[in-house]
């Protein structure tokens, strides 16, 4: 899969590209210079990141999605998915 795939943002509450998660998820925190936009609120305390980093959310593609085919929401309280957020968070800590 490329970073043309689109998946379900359940913070944003909209479908996104996987690469503008990762973009969104590299802005600053709080004030930012003129010109600098912050991060969004929603992505500040996003935990679906580690999921789309893997590809383990439903995802679909940029043609199929601009045909009309919309990926699934994430059921992000399923035990293989909170095993997943579980083991990034924790070799992040580390």
């Known amino acids: 899969m490329t ?12 479908y996104m590209r996987t690469d503008n998660c ?11 210079p003129a010109g600098a936009q912050p991060r969004l609120r929603a992505c500040e ?3 679906l990141f580690p999921l789309v980093e893997q590809h383990m959310v439903p995802m679909v593609s940029l ?3 601009l045909q009309g085919s919309r990926p699934r929401q994430a059921n992000l309280k399923s035990s293989r998915l ?11 800590a580390v």
Request: with cysteine; aromatic share 12%.
């Open 3 to 14: 970073d043309q795939t689109m998946f379900y943002c359940i913070p944003q509450q909209a």
């Open 63 to 65: 043609n199929d999605y």
């Open 45 to 47: 305390t996003c935990t």
């Open 82 to 92: 909170k095993k997943a957020i579980e083991a990034y968070f924790a070799k992040e």
């Open 22 to 32: 990762r973009k969104l998820r590299k802005r600053p925190v709080g004030k930012v």
